[in-house]
């Protein structure tokens, strides 16, 4: 496996939650992490509580501008760029007979388009280190929930991107994985104004038995599995499952 020791990491959505924590994980080992997100002083608190070794700056990854932005930073920051880990997104619910034109497409757009085009523009970077891309996915694409469809779909969008791009960037030594996370307390329910705080831990201690290991997760067990993607050289195209055993559909009598 790779060394992740001097790697150069550019991790988007990460003010809070999965992000910051793979922030936090990698730099902890030796990487040079830049982080990216909309709300500077979230980033900022971020960086700074990680130390030097991160580099924190505001951006939207929807705009073209700031994705050329955020990557120009990390290159600078870690002398070249080794990995992308696109982590940002948003939660978007709504009743079947309900939908909105416009949500569903600022949905993709957040969700999916944005982390396209930020790949595209980095393969060639990432092609002279052999280096890698990993999305975030989800275990909605293995667990139905009622009413989460725009989420859900998105991110089975992510993950069938994840096989065609590995196809294809294979031939430039660029591997391209999926994790797919179970629950994992974050930002991202209070951020869509889905839940009130109250509401978001009564609903991770609802969902906590649906897990096969009887818990949510954290984000530093996402980070692991990240870090394994990335420093991995044989693997490519997989969507990993790290989600407590949520997607085996058991249930706890």
């Not at 982080?35 to 951006?59: D, F, H, M, T």
């Not at 939660?91 to 790949?119: C, H, P, W």
């Not at 993950?159 to 030594?173: I, N, P, Q, S």
Request: glycine fraction near 12%; aromatic fraction near 4%; charge should be neutral.
């Amino acid at each position: 496996m790779r060394e992740l020791k001097d790697m150069s990491v550019l991790v988007t959505g990460g003010g809070s939650g999965i992000g910051a924590g793979i922030a936090r994980y990698l730099a902890g080992r030796g990487a040079r992490v830049t982080i990216s997100g909309r709300r500077q002083e979230k980033i900022q608190a971020v960086a700074n509580s990680i130390g030097p070794a991160c580099l924190g700056i505001a951006g939207d990854v929807t705009v073209d501008a700031d994705r050329h932005r955020m990557l120009e930073a990390a290159i600078a920051h870690g002398g070249k760029l080794d990995a992308l880990v696109n982590n940002a997104a948003n939660m978007y619910r709504q009743a079947v007979g309900e939908y909105t034109e416009a949500l569903l497409k600022e949905a993709f757009d957040t969700n999916v388009i944005s982390a396209m085009m930020l790949s595209s523009i980095a393969v060639p970077h990432l092609e002279k280190t052999q280096g890698s891309i990993v999305f975030i996915g989800s275990t909605h694409t293995r667990r139905a929930f009622p009413g989460a469809s725009p989420y859900a779909t998105t991110k089975a969008a992510v993950e069938g991107l994840t096989r065609v791009m590995a196809a294809e960037l294979g031939r430039k030594l660029i591997r391209v994985g999926c994790i797919l996370p179970g629950a994992v307390s974050t930002e991202l329910n209070l951020r869509a104004g889905l839940f009130t705080a109250p509401q978001a831990t009564e609903r991770y201690a609802a969902v906590a038995p649906l897990h096969a290991l009887g818990r949510i997760g954290t984000e530093t067990e996402i980070a692991e599995a990240v870090e394994y993607l990335i420093r991995a050289e044989w693997v490519t195209g997989v969507a990993l499952e790290v989600d407590g055993g949520i997607a085996l559909g058991v249930s706890q009598f």
